[in-house]
């Protein structure tokens, strides 16, 4: 169970990120992905952070994550340069790919094709 403090610190460490994703991230990753920072779990020391990244405009979403921790010191730096007046330490990040999105997806289509199946065994 997180606790209030980790909530909050996981929130500001989200939106800082999400703005520092999106001034590095053409850098980074291109120009032609969108990434956008789900969410972020904080250990109870507050000294790691998960981050959840959803990816879209690429099949291999892998890839954005190898390039995330390739660039790992630049973003924590420009993190550190945003969130300095708020936290003492910038926690280490560790990048996670959150498909829950992708998921929804696939059950949307799986319930759209049982539908129509139901549609053209009724007719």
């Known amino acids: ?4 403090r980790q909530k909050q610190v996981g929130e500001l460490l ?4 999400g703005m520092t ?8 990753y291109g120009r032609d992905k969108l990434v956008t920072v ?3 779990k904080m250990s109870p020391d507050l000294l790691i952070a ?3 990244i959803s990816v879209y405009g690429t099949e291999n979403k892998q890839e954005v994550i190898l390039e995330l921790e390739e ?8 993190l550190g340069s945003k ?8 926690p280490h990040l560790e990048f996670f790919l959150d498909d829950t999105v992708d998921e929804m997806y696939r059950v949307d289509a799986l319930l759209n094709r ?3 199946e139901d549609e053209n065994m009724k007719k």
């Open 21 to 28: 994703l999106t001034e590095e991230g053409s850098l980074i």
């Open 38 to 40: 789900t969410g972020v």
């Open 50 to 52: 998960k981050v959840y």
């Open 114 to 116: 049982v539908h129509e």
């Open 1 to 4: 169970m997180e606790t209030i």
């Open 14 to 17: 989200r939106r800082f990120l």
């Open 71 to 78: 660039h790992y010191p630049r973003i924590r730096q420009a």
């Open 83 to 90: 969130v300095g007046k708020n936290m003492r330490r910038v």
